[in-house]
């Protein structure tokens, strides 16, 4: 269940040489970006965009001014002394073996294994619990580079054969291939123009969602519309593919087909976000009946969600939030599906259910209390059996498997333990480590890890997880990292990084807020966070600082903040509204346009959280928080290092381009403000090698500006 990587310049790079190990560095001199004379009308409101013509990215004067920026940003980390080192170290904690949970169709087990400084992990396949591991996929022989990712796999009901996705350079697109498994031989099936896509296997072929290629020459174009589902036979051209469902009049839907395991019936999930609605419709059709077609199960997109987990039987086992906030799961009768023809299998409690599945005839369900999982197993009829002891609060994931299945599979790890895989007997109710890694030089005993509860502005209480070395003491005056997300019913659970390990080592606390916005506590936490209720969002994360500060955690010379992608708007926001409140800020590939964000790619699926700027109420209350627009002339904002990607196809880099250029041109000049740039890497860092590089500038960044001076081997 689903509960929703030679340089041309304006200026002179540097205004000065930066002062080795000193804080107060000075402020380069920005690249100076054209302005041109353009207004927008919004319900009588005029706004300008003086940097539209950095919408697009690929014309020779933006890629240019990318030159130009990454030509500043790129000297000031190198002159950072431990910079070098910092990177070494990040490395070094990462160089650890990792595995995911096991997952298995007929006789197969599939699990990904790095062996610690892979670029992509590795695809195993073996047989049985006791069979030899081979590799099956290494998407590290696809490029030189590393920046080619196996983006989907899912085998067949009979183990046959299985499809895999393939994304170059962190791009939201696939292509798809197909594998004959005993072989290994990939077949001559090929699929383009993936995106947003499941593969559900029926017999010898499979359903997959995909857009309409573009006329030739126009790769560019708008072809984020009409999204198209197919059936692919084995063996043949895509060409040659049969359309399944399309919906040409409602261009902006999404249209997901999944099959039950059985393979009787395929479900049709629609959902329509960019008209603001945050659910979804379901169709169902019987795959025994060769004529049949998709029956409505729930006709219409309203808010509420439907996620099918498989059939008892004829019935659907469905996951919900319609009349339960915080979900409940149902048996809906496809020939009646009215609800009050509904039967409840699994009732709404007062903690939201955070995943269900099925597996060995069972039920599987998570349930997230103050934002730590806590797993049962019901019997598909719904009758509670028994809880899975978890070795202590913290992320599970997993629990899912064949309805033959004897065991499963799941993951636990928190914020000081690392992700570990246990086996869980379904018949003994026991669990035991199936795999543990061991993480080089890091010894969970000498950190603490706490949550705390603050009041935020208008009294709710938010949670908030704390990691730090062992001895802390509270006088205001240690180096803390305040991340948060709030947004999309995301739950932002307590994970485990290594590369983290680098801040909390240098004494950095590391701070973890939930804030509204998300799904730590079912739908009503989420709706009020969104659209109108947004401002309770960027309250909820102000007050976790202020409480930080309060409580003599850290200071507000001391204290950073970080988020990516809705989490980048937060950071934007938050430091437009009190920049006196942050040291640094590092907003990564947010959405930063919040009038024009629905313009580009798929951005109008954002609709159903933000609202839309085509609407005077949404407009109002988007124009007074977007970061792009609320920059004021001569404040001294926090050190600020923006990250975006070249590929991020997802949030296009004009938001953070055009940001960047405003707060570079209206800041005052006491504290830097810089753009980094990464080449061949999208919405999330496209290899491991870039996302260390990144991750060790943006502590290098962080820790310079707040005075931190690390103790590193060199």
Excluded at 551 to 565: E, F, H
Aim: hydrophobic content about 40%.
């Amino acid at each position: 269940m689903h509960v929703w990587n030679t340089l041309a310049r304006y200026v002179a790079v540097l205004g000065a040489a930066l002062a080795a190990g000193s804080v107060a560095a000075q402020t380069p001199a920005y690249v100076t970006t054209r302005k041109i004379e353009h207004v927008d009308d919004y319900h009588g409101t005029k706004v300008a965009d003086p940097y539209r013509w950095l919408e697009d990215e690929t014309s020779t004067e933006t890629e240019k001014w990318i030159e130009a920026q990454n030509a500043t940003t790129f000297p000031y980390l190198e002159r950072i002394p431990y910079r070098a080192a910092l990177l070494k170290r990040v490395t070094e904690l990462n160089d650890y073996e990792r595995y995911s949970a096991p997952s298995r169709k007929g006789p197969y087990l599939f699990y990904f294994r790095n062996s610690g400084l892979q670029n992509q992990s590795v695809l195993y396949i073996q047989k049985g619990l006791d069979g030899a591991a081979e590799v099956l996929l290494d998407p590290n022989s696809w490029s030189d580079d590393g920046t080619v990712q196996l983006s989907a796999f899912e085998a067949s009901k009979d183990a046959a054969y299985a499809v895999y996705g393939l994304s170059r350079s962190g791009s939201d697109w696939q292509q798809y291939k197909v594998m004959e498994l005993a072989t290994k031989r990939t077949l001559d099936d090929t699929i383009d123009w993936v995106k947003v896509s499941n593969v559900a296997w029926q017999g010898k072929g499979f359903y997959y969602s995909r857009y309409p290629e573009p006329p030739e020459g126009h790769e560019k174009a708008s072809i984020n519309e009409n999204h198209q589902v197919f059936f692919h036979a084995l063996g043949t051209k895509q060409a040659a593919d049969k359309l399944v469902y399309e919906d040409a009049a409602n261009g902006q839907r999404f249209h997901v087909v999944y099959t039950t395991e059985d393979e009787r019936f395929a479900i049709l999930e629609v959902s329509e976000r960019g008209k603001g609605k945050d659910g979804n419709a379901l169709f169902v059709r019987d795959l025994a009946k060769p004529d049949g077609k998709f029956a409505p199960l729930v006709p219409e997109i309203t808010n509420d969600t439907f996620n099918v987990l498989d059939n008892v039987g004829d019935k659907m086992l469905v996951a919900t939030n319609h009349g339960a906030p915080n979900w409940r799961i149902v048996l809906i009768d496809p020939a009646k599906p009215e609800e009050p023809n509904w039967r409840t299998a699994v009732a709404e409690r007062a903690e939201p259910i955070d995943s269900a599945h099925t597996a060995g005839g069972k039920l599987f369900v998570s349930y997230l209390k103050d934002v730590a999982t806590h797993a049962y197993v019901f019997s598909l009829d719904g009758k509670p059996e028994n809880e899975i002891a978890l070795p202590g609060p913290g992320t599970a994931g997993g629990f899912d498997g064949p309805r033959d299945a004897t065991f499963v599979f799941y993951s636990f790890n928190s914020l000081s333990v690392p992700v570990t895989i246990y086996r869980y007997d379904i018949a003994a109710r026991t669990s035991t480590v199936f795999r543990a890694p061991k993480v080089p030089s890091y010894d969970a005993a000498a950190f603490e890890t706490k949550q705390v509860f603050y009041p935020s502005k208008d009294g709710t209480r938010i949670p908030m997880f704390l990691v730090y070395r062992k001895g802390l003491k509270l006088d205001g005056n240690n180096p803390t990292m305040l991340y948060a997300y709030g947004g999309f019913n995301v739950v932002l659970s307590p994970t485990f990084s290594a590369a983290r390990i680098a801040l909390l080592e240098q004494g950095v606390v590391y701070a973890s807020a939930n804030l509204r916005g998300g799904g730590e506590y079912g739908e009503s936490w989420h709706r009020q966070g969104i659209k109108l209720e947004k401002q309770n969002v960027f309250d909820d994360f102000i007050a976790a600082a202020e409480w930080l500060i309060a409580q003599k955690y850290t200071s507000s010379a001391k204290l950073a903040i970080m988020g990516g992608s809705n989490g980048g708007l937060l950071v934007g926001a938050v430091m437009n509204q009190r920049p006196e409140l942050f040291r640094v800020a590092i907003p990564q590939v947010g959405v930063m346009d919040m009038l024009r964000f629905h313009k580009f790619t798929i951005g109008w699926n954002w609709i159903a959280d933000y609202g839309s700027s085509d609407d005077p109420a949404e407009f109002k209350a988007l124009y007074a928080y977007s970061p792009l627009h609320n920059i004021k002339a001569g404040v001294k904002y926090p050190a600020t290092l923006i990250t975006t990607a070249d590929h991020d196809d997802r949030v296009v880099p004009a938001h953070s381009f055009k940001y960047a250029a405003t707060l570079q041109s209206l800041a005052s000049r006491e504290n830097p403000v810089l753009i980094r740039i990464e080449t061949k890497s999208g919405h999330g860092a496209s290899s491991l090698t870039k996302q260390l590089e990144t991750t060790a500038d943006i502590y290098a960044f962080t820790m310079f500006n707040l005075g931190v001076t690390p103790t590193l081997p060199r």
